[in-house]
């Protein structure tokens, strides 16, 4: 029998098809699933929001892109959000789009950010409806990703801190002095602070002695780092997710009469913070940092009152009149956003875009009461949504593209942590 060269071989296989790949290569394709994709993801956010944070965004978009080929490669459905969801999020951009009708920033620079936001809530839904689409199989693997990148992280963020930063100071800073290096990490452990919860609910079924320890952890740690926001953050949500376990009907009314309440009379609430000049920093026991947000907060509630209706447009915050006013050492009136997000709906998108964020916000303290989750899995949800509700309540911008990937991406996190099958 006659020996077939290694051209014959190349051409016979490049002849089946315009491009097949290697059996090998086949093989790992079709072992490929989206256990691994959102494992990979799961992994990655609490590194790149320590070292790269801006690049969770594309951390998403890729994910979402990357989830769905896996899908449609597989033979699965396209992964289509549930109706409330794209209805409740399509609100929010359709009323931005139509404010931009009289926003005050310039159109050009608020419809790129309008197309980033909505380029944004749509991978983050995607990668939400991949989350719980995972099948069993697809979830353990998810999980042991989760979990190392979780420990790695939180292990890097001590070393960091017990040895002055050696890894940060390679990278590119204003300066390096230790403040400096220390809010650098900022954002980091708002990943962190979100990323406990379903860290603590895959441990739970493995030790509930680990998940809390866990979870004490995390916040002893945050505590080191001097970030008030995250501690607060995770130290309230840890409270409501035992709340909630232990109230599983009382808890979920109580936080979604407590965000009404919130959202609509935060204006009112802020112009009862006395003006800067009868409120010195030397007059107070504030830090300069929690001094300024009440400024920054006065001054945004006496703008909503400028134009309650319909406010001063999307992303309108950047260029609000009187924003750039020195308040004092260090303090200017708005920079950028009001770091609050109902006092952002307000400002903005007035009273209907305050309205759209309280439905947002309620319907998704309903989706998560009204879905298939033992009582473990709704505190932890609810937890996790109590952690990011005070993270935006005095904190980033809520249009600013990290941050709604970092929330898209926890919420997916949490997702493909609960123990549940739901079925094509």
Same mark, same amino acid.
């Given at each position: 029998?006659?020996?077939?060269?290694?051209?014959?071989?190349?051409?016979?296989?490049?002849?089946?098809?315009?491009?097949?790949?290697?059996?090998?290569?086949?093989?790992?394709?079709?072992?490929?699933?989206?256990?691994?994709?959102?494992?990979?993801?799961?992994?990655?956010?609490?590194?790149?929001?320590?070292?790269?944070?801006?690049?969770?965004?594309?951390?998403?978009?890729?994910?979402?892109?990357? $989830?769905?080929?896996?899908?449609?490669?597989?033979?699965?459905? *396209?992964?289509?959000?549930?109706?409330?969801?794209?209805?409740?999020? $399509?609100?929010?951009?359709?009323?931005?789009?139509?404010?931009?009708?009289?926003?005050?920033?310039?159109?050009?620079?608020?419809?790129?950010?309008?197309?980033?936001?909505?380029?944004?809530?749509?991978?983050?839904?995607?990668?939400?409806?991949?989350?719980?689409? !995972?099948?069993?199989?697809?979830?353990?693997?998810?999980?042991?990703?989760?979990? $190392?990148?979780?420990? !790695?992280?939180?292990?890097?963020?001590?070393?960091?801190?017990?040895?002055?930063?050696?890894?940060?100071?390679?990278?590119?800073?204003?300066?390096?002095?230790?403040?400096?290096?220390?809010?650098?990490?900022?954002?980091?452990?708002?990943?962190?602070?979100?990323?406990?919860?379903?860290?603590?609910?895959?441990? *739970?079924?493995?030790?509930?002695?680990?998940?809390?320890?866990?979870?004490?952890?995390?916040?002893?740690?945050?505590?080191?780092?001097?970030?008030?926001?995250?501690?607060?953050?995770?130290?309230?949500?840890?409270?409501?997710?035992?709340?909630?376990?232990?109230?599983?009907?009382?808890?979920?009314?109580?936080?979604?009469?407590?965000?009404?309440?919130?959202?609509?009379?935060?204006?009112?609430?802020?112009?009862?913070?006395?003006?800067?000049?009868?409120?010195?920093?030397?007059?107070?026991?504030?830090?300069?940092?929690?001094?300024?947000?009440?400024?920054? *907060?006065?001054?945004?509630?006496?703008?909503?009152?400028?134009?309650?209706?319909?406010?001063?447009?999307?992303?309108?915050?950047?260029?609000?009149?009187?924003?750039?006013?020195?308040?004092?050492?260090?303090?200017?009136?708005?920079?950028?956003?009001?770091?609050?997000?109902?006092?952002?709906?307000?400002?903005? !998108?007035?009273?209907?875009?305050?309205?759209?964020?309280?439905?947002?916000?309620?319907?998704?303290?309903?989706?998560?009461?009204?879905?298939?989750?033992?009582?473990?899995?709704?505190?932890?949800?609810?937890?996790?949504?109590?952690?990011?509700?005070?993270?935006?309540?005095?904190?980033?911008?809520?249009?600013?593209?990290?941050?709604?990937?970092?929330?898209?991406?926890?919420?997916?996190?949490?997702?493909?942590?609960?123990?549940?099958?739901?079925?094509?």
């Amino acid at each position: 029998m006659p020996m077939r060269s290694a051209r014959d071989s190349v051409s016979s296989y490049d002849a089946r098809s315009p491009w097949t790949p290697p059996p090998t290569t086949r093989s790992m394709i079709r072992k490929l699933h989206n256990g691994h994709v959102l494992g990979v993801a799961a992994f990655a956010a609490p590194l790149m929001g320590l070292y790269a944070p801006r690049t969770t965004a594309v951390l998403v978009i890729l994910t979402a892109v990357a $989830a769905t080929s896996v899908r449609k490669y597989r033979g699965d459905t *396209w992964p289509v959000p549930g109706h409330c969801a794209v209805i409740a999020l $399509a609100a929010i951009v359709v009323w931005s789009a139509i404010s931009l009708a009289w926003t005050i920033e310039p159109l050009g620079s608020a419809a790129n950010g309008l197309a980033r936001l909505a380029i944004m809530l749509a991978c983050g839904m995607v990668v939400v409806e991949i989350a719980r689409r !995972l099948e069993l199989e697809e979830r353990r693997v998810f999980h042991q990703l989760l979990l $190392a990148g979780f420990a !790695l992280a939180l292990a890097l963020v001590a070393v960091e801190r017990a040895t002055d930063f050696p890894l940060r100071r390679h990278l590119p800073l204003r300066d390096d002095n230790p403040i400096t290096l220390m809010q650098s990490f900022n954002r980091g452990l708002t990943v962190l602070a979100l990323a406990v919860f379903p860290v603590a609910l895959v441990l *739970w079924r493995r030790s509930q002695a680990l998940a809390l320890a866990a979870w004490a952890g995390t916040l002893a740690l945050l505590a080191t780092m001097h970030n008030a926001a995250a501690v607060t953050a995770v130290a309230f949500g840890g409270a409501f997710a035992a709340a909630a376990y232990v109230s599983p009907r009382v808890a979920p009314i109580a936080l979604a009469t407590a965000l009404l309440g919130a959202t609509l009379v935060a204006p009112i609430a802020a112009r009862q913070i006395p003006l800067p000049a009868e409120f010195p920093l030397e007059s107070t026991a504030l830090s300069g940092s929690a001094h300024h947000r009440l400024m920054i *907060w006065r001054f945004t509630a006496d703008r909503i009152a400028d134009r309650p209706l319909f406010g001063w447009g999307f992303d309108a915050s950047r260029s609000i009149p009187g924003g750039d006013a020195i308040l004092g050492p260090g303090e200017v009136a708005l920079p950028l956003h009001p770091h609050n997000a109902p006092l952002q709906w307000w400002l903005e !998108l007035g009273l209907p875009g305050a309205l759209i964020g309280v439905a947002f916000l309620t319907a998704t303290v309903r989706a998560i009461r009204r879905a298939i989750l033992g009582r473990t899995e709704s505190a932890a949800a609810f937890g996790l949504m109590v952690s990011a509700t005070v993270m935006a309540f005095v904190s980033y911008g809520i249009w600013q593209s990290w941050w709604v990937a970092i929330i898209a991406l926890s919420a997916a996190l949490l997702t493909a942590s609960a123990a549940r099958r739901v079925e094509r």
